[in-house]
Each structure stands twice: as structure tokens, then as C-alpha cells.
């Protein structure tokens, strides 16, 4: 099996590809610490005892771990490696239980929430996750936007950029009720 790793706009987080291997599937999953992992998956908190990692984000097929910034990456990489390669081989589940994350619309969700939320999901959502990351819908209120990015996106030093630039004046073309684009921090 080999693993391909790519560089993401976010100097601090790499993205690590387990060649033909479903990561995540439809159960994209972030992790900010190793106690968030202990009730969910086996992997992230393998991956947990690297010395170094700071986060993990499991995307349909990849995993970008954002490292601590006092670390190099030439030490922690070929430990990823070997960690995500021992994990595939020895055959356990990814996660200890089904999660649902869904984003997708519900029934109490106005027009235009179902509309961002359906641009978000066919726009945004395949172009960062290109990058190693995601981002989820929040809310809607008083014309303001409010979006969480996760992976290689969170604390990248040009997701403002991506967020005013790209995904708030697309927003505003398709949804004229659109007045503005923020981003939260973690729930």
C-alpha cells in the first residue's frame, strides 16, 4: 500500500492520501485533540501518540494532520506514514461506531439556507477538500453567513482570503440576500 502526502495551502498541515483506501467516506470527521478520538476511532488515536500532531481531519479518502508549530515535519512525517500504513494492515475499522454528520438540508431550513447550503455543498466543498480541508454550513442571520472550516483550512494564513474573495462573493451573485461571509471557531 502506498501513501501519498501533499503539501495544503496551511504550512502547518500536510495531506496524507492511503492509496485505493476509504478514510472517512461520508463520515468526515475532525478531531482537535486525543480525547475527542478516545469514543470514536482506533486511527485518530494511534495517530494521537505521534509527538507533535496537533489535529486531525478525516476526509472521504485523505487525512491531513496539522502538526504543532515547534515541530519538524521531517520527523513526524515518517511516523504518519508508518502509523497509517500498521492501521490499514492490521484491518480494524477506521471508527468504533457509525457517526452522522450530515449537513444536509432539513425540512426547517428556509429557501435560502437550503440554497447556500446546496451551493456550499456542490461549490465550496470539492474545492477545499482538494486542499485538505472542509467547511460546514453554521447559520444565516441578518444577511451574515457564519462558516466553520475544518482541516487544512482551519488556521490557514489565506482562508480569510478564500472565505471574502471566493465563497462570500459567489454567495452573493447566486443569493442576493447574502450580505457577508464570517467564519466561527470550533463549537
Avoid at 41 to 51: C, E, G, K, V, Y
Avoid at 101 to 129: G, T
Avoid at 166 to 174: S, T, V, W
Amino acid at each position: 500500500m502506498f501513501i501519498q502526502c501533499e503539501e495544503t495551502p496551511n504550512p502547518e498541515t500536510l495531506k496524507f492520501i492511503p492509496d485505493g483506501q476509504i478514510v472517512a467516506g461520508d463520515r468526515i470527521c475532525e478531531f482537535l485533540n486525543q480525547k475527542q478520538a478516545s469514543n470514536i476511532s482506533p486511527l485518530a488515536m494511534q495517530l494521537f501518540t505521534i509527538d507533535g500532531i496537533k489535529s486531525l481531519f478525516f476526509g472521504r479518502d485523505f487525512i491531513t494532520i496539522t502538526k504543532k508549530k515547534d515541530y519538524d515535519w521531517e520527523y513526524i512525517k515518517s511516523h504518519i506514514n508508518a502509523n497509517i500504513l500498521d492501521f490499514y494492515i492490521s484491518g480494524k475499522e477506521i471508527f468504533f461506531h457509525k457517526i452522522d454528520n450530515n449537513e444536509q438540508s432539513s425540512e426547517e431550513d428556509s429557501d435560502i439556507i437550503k440554497q447556500i447550503k446546496e451551493l456550499i455543498e456542490i461549490k465550496v466543498r470539492p474545492a477545499v477538500a482538494m486542499d485538505g480541508g472542509d467547511i460546514t454550513f453554521h447559520s444565516f442571520d441578518d444577511g451574515i453567513v457564519r462558516l466553520q472550516l475544518k482541516g487544512a483550512c482551519q488556521g490557514c494564513p489565506s482562508s480569510s482570503i478564500t472565505l471574502k474573495n471566493g465563497i462570500e462573493n459567489m454567495l452573493k451573485h447566486y443569493i442576493p440576500e447574502v450580505e457577508a461571509v464570517e467564519q466561527i471557531l470550533e463549537d
